[in-house]
T-cell receptor, first 115, second 109 residues
Framework: EAGVTQFPSHSVIEKGQTVTLRCDPI?????LYWYRRVMGKEIKFLLH????????ESGMPNNRFLAERTGGTYSTLKVQPAELEDSGVYFC?????????????FGPGTRLTVL | AQRVTQPEKLLSVFKGAPVELKCNYS??????LFWYVQYSRQRLQLLLR?????SIKGFTADLNKGETSFHLKKPFAQEEDSAMYYC???????????WGAGTKLIIKP
């Protein structure tokens, strides 16, 4: 079974540009999460989808970040315009079931560098 | 405030020695506690969770509600245990994971 996939694996952009990250969860997983790790800091939650609905977006840093999950399958995270502090590794995870203790399966991450 | 604290950024022990990675948490309510591990060039993966009361790869973790701790232990470390270990928690009705800063474990031959 294919795991969670993320694209691209690396992205280098200039400040002010737009970047879109994509995540394909494990087939059948209703829950999809975005996290990010900024250099030297803890992994931080960004948001949680249940199917196509945003269940919790309390971790989104500001309105430059827009996440979508059309049709309840893959998700995109767009950063527009990108700032230097957006650099980091963006992780996507998915889980099945309806309990908070269900395992979250992680993708390999997208390393974003904003110059 | 909801917080997970891993006091050690780096822990280095010899092969065969016992290992204990510390994790303390602050949470209003009854959280779910997890340990995730990231081996070199691999993705984050669940190691164990307190609700399962399981032992994975020889690791165990006991939830101590009085001390609000969830330390990870292994009696005899192996070289393949070298990795980055993260303690995390979630609420019963809130699925987001709150993470510690991680501890890099190095097992010396």
């Amino acid at each position: 079974e294919a795991g969670v996939t993320q694209f691209p694996s690396h992205s280098v952009i200039e400040k002010g540009q737009t970047v879109t990250l994509r995540c394909d969860p494990i087939s059948g997983h209703d829950n999809l999460y975005w996290y990010r790790r900024v250099m030297g800091k803890e992994i931080k939650f960004l948001l949680h989808f249940v199917k196509e609905s945003k269940q919790d977006e309390s971790g989104m840093p500001n309105n430059r970040f827009l996440a979508e999950r059309t049709g309840g399958t893959y998700s995109t995270l767009k950063v527009q315009p990108a700032e230097l502090e957006d650099s980091g590794v963006y992780f996507c995870a998915s889980s099945g079931g309806a309990f908070s203790y269900n395992e979250q399966f992680f993708g390999p991450g997208t390393r974003l560098t904003v110059l | 405030a909801q917080r997970v604290t891993q006091p050690e950024k780096l822990l280095s022990v010899f092969k065969g020695a016992p290992v204990e990675l510390k994790c303390n948490y602050s949470y209003s309510g009854s959280p779910e506690l997890f340990w995730y591990v990231q081996y070199s060039r691999q993705r984050l993966q669940l190691l164990l969770r307190h609700i399962s009361r399981e032992s994975i790869k020889g690791f165990t973790a006991d939830l101590n509600k009085g001390e609000t701790s969830f330390h990870l232990k292994k009696p005899f470390a192996q070289e393949e245990d070298s990795a980055m270990y993260y303690c995390a928690l979630s609420g019963r009705s809130n699925y987001q994971l709150i993470w510690g800063a991680g501890t890099k474990l190095i097992i010396k031959p």
